[in-house]
T-cell receptor
């Protein structure tokens, strides 16, 4: 069965510092992996996705993630944090292949300190 | 493009009543929609997969008679919480698969349900 583990339920960084949100996955099939951001009382917005193409994926708002099969990881990074990045971030893996439901990690709340 | 709406955005109801939540794909057709549930400060949990013109597929532990899903058209799926109880209070989020980009789900803004 597919699963996602996000290390750290809360990450706090200073404005301008590197953002690193960790995600490890388990999948019995080649995975499609996603990072979503959720602002309070809102739905999810897709940041980026990996669908078996380039292993380094660039997304919106300056975020990127690298798929590392050997480490079963898909960590999210951003070189310089902005106050507006404060939100909840979810890593997700497809339940099966292609267009199947998503299995979400428990989420990581990112705080950005001025 | 690829906008998904939900209505209502929030609802408060009395225990024992039923509540219907609509999920619409505004600018694309979605043969498949998913319904998720999110408790406060927790992750999203898949409740069911809704396919247009057929019965929904429910995840283990989700009562299909309590959470009625209807996907009557390619742009509309509804979730009805029947005989709601306080423990049903949650954030319900739908997503829709676009046929053009079959590997991406577009999420609605969610519906906050509070059962008194």
């Amino acid at each position: 069965a597919q699963s996602v583990t996000q290390l750290g339920s809360h990450v706090s960084v200073s404005e301008g510092a590197l953002v690193l949100l960790r995600c490890n996955y388990s999948s019995s099939v080649p995975p499609y992996l996603f990072w979503y951001v959720q602002y309070p009382n809102q739905g999810l917005q897709l940041l980026l996705k990996y669908t078996s193409a380039a292993t380094l994926v660039k997304g919106i708002n300056g975020f990127e993630a690298e798929f590392k099969k050997s480490e079963t990881s898909f960590h999210l990074t951003k070189p310089s944090a902005h106050m507006s990045d404060a939100a909840e971030y979810f890593c997700a893996v497809t339940k099966g292949s292609g267009n199947t439901p998503l299995v979400f990690g428990k989420g990581t709340r990112l705080s950005v300190i001025a | 493009g690829a906008v998904v709406s939900q209505h209502p955005s929030w609802v408060i109801c009395k225990s024992g009543t039923s509540v219907k939540i609509e999920c619409r794909s505004l600018d694309f057709q979605a043969t498949t929609m998913f319904w998720y549930r999110q408790f406060p400060k927790q992750s999203l949990m898949l409740m069911a997969t809704s396919n247009e013109g057929s019965k929904a597929t429910y995840e283990q532990g989700v009562e299909k008679d309590k959470f009625l899903i209807n996907h009557a058209s390619l742009t509309l799926s509804t979730l009805t919480v029947t005989s709601a109880h306080p423990e049903d209070s949650s954030f319900y989020i739908c997503s829709a698969l676009s046929g053009a980009t079959g590997d991406e789900q577009f999420f609605g803004p969610g519906t906050r349900l509070t059962v008194l």
